[in-house]
């Protein structure tokens, strides 16, 4: 109970901390708002790819998802983003029970493959259903009505709705570390068969487990959208997207409550001058992320140093003299 309790004070102070940042660099609040919104998706990423060990390399279906429901509930019904991000999430949640319900039950890649090809699926959809989507020009999001009072087009607003994002996803992962749902996902992670034999249900746990990854990230996707104003299908479908989340949680720690929010800080603060400087060469960077990471550092950073860590505290214990 101690640890639990301050594992949450550890999350409170940390979110103090981040929530000073439009104070502290105002000239850098789009930087800051990216780090903070991939950090909650790569951490609703982490819930179905880490907990439950089930890689996902579609992800982006969900993003896209959650920011075309929004985006077109607004634009030709007049509904207000937050009835729409209840529709997307809805939406999302329903999208990922069938869909799993479908995977789930087989072994081996099929899930992982079955992620790229339905964010594939809604990529092609989104640009070729133009008179809907808008096609390959994407769409515009020019007015939307205040929240609670509160300009989405100003930054600050953004930046403090992406942080709730991010403390409902941090708290989401808090309650796994601890809870009996947790410790069956990664018992089904570990062995499957021997989760089985103690009487786990394993389509069950990874079924709830993707509702709720697909449910947060999709509201990612809505508030992803509010942030760009502009999105088409290449910018919110494509899989670069999804592997940037997977490599996040995956750089930083899958499986940690911190984790993917470190691989979110490394890989944005890094990202825009690597695509900047690289243009579609970038992936071959990520590509070789991902291969270093799981030959020299498999359980990530936070996983690294925490072995690092625990090798320090024997050497020391070792090589402490004897009390008289």
Do not use: C
């Amino acid at each position: 109970m101690e640890s639990r309790l301050r594992s949450l004070l550890s999350i409170g102070v940390i979110l103090l901390l981040i929530g000073l940042y439009p104070a502290a660099f105002p000239r850098h609040l789009n930087l800051g708002i990216s780090i903070v919104l991939f950090g909650a998706l790569a951490l609703a990423w982490d819930i179905v790819g880490g907990w439950a060990g089930q890689l996902s390399l579609g992800h982006a279906a969900f993003i896209g998802l959650g920011a075309y429901v929004m985006t077109l509930l607004l634009l030709n019904t007049g509904l207000a983003p937050w009835g729409g991000f209840l529709v997307a999430l809805a939406t999302a949640v329903g999208i990922a029970l069938i869909w799993g319900w479908i995977t789930f039950r087989l072994r081996g890649p099929y899930f992982t493959l079955s992620t790229i090809a339905v964010a594939e699926i809604l990529r092609l959809v989104a640009v070729n259903w133009r008179q809907v989507t808008g096609g390959a020009q994407g769409l515009f999001i020019y007015d939307m009505p205040p929240f609670l009072g509160l300009d989405l087009f100003d930054r600050w607003v953004e930046f403090y709705l992406a942080l709730g994002l991010l403390a409902i996803a941090l708290l989401i992962v808090w309650w796994l570390s601890w809870s009996r749902f947790g410790y069956a996902l990664q018992a089904i992670r570990e062995d499957e068969d021997a989760a089985m034999a103690m009487g786990i249900n394993p389509t069950r746990y990874k079924l709830a487990a993707f509702a709720i990854s697909g449910g947060l990230t999709a509201a990612g996707g809505v508030l992803y959208a509010i942030f760009l104003s502009f999105f088409e299908p290449y910018g919110v479908l494509e899989m670069e997207l999804s592997i940037e989340l997977a490599l996040m949680a995956i750089i930083g720690g899958t499986g940690t409550l911190y984790g993917p929010l470190l691989g979110a800080v490394l890989l944005e603060g890094a990202g825009d001058w690597l695509r900047i400087t690289l243009g579609e060469a970038n992936l071959l960077v990520y590509g070789l992320l991902m291969i270093l990471i799981i030959r020299f550092a498999p359980t990530g950073v936070m996983g690294t140093a925490r072995t690092l860590l625990r090798r320090q505290r024997r050497w020391l214990g070792v090589g402490a003299p004897a009390r008289r």
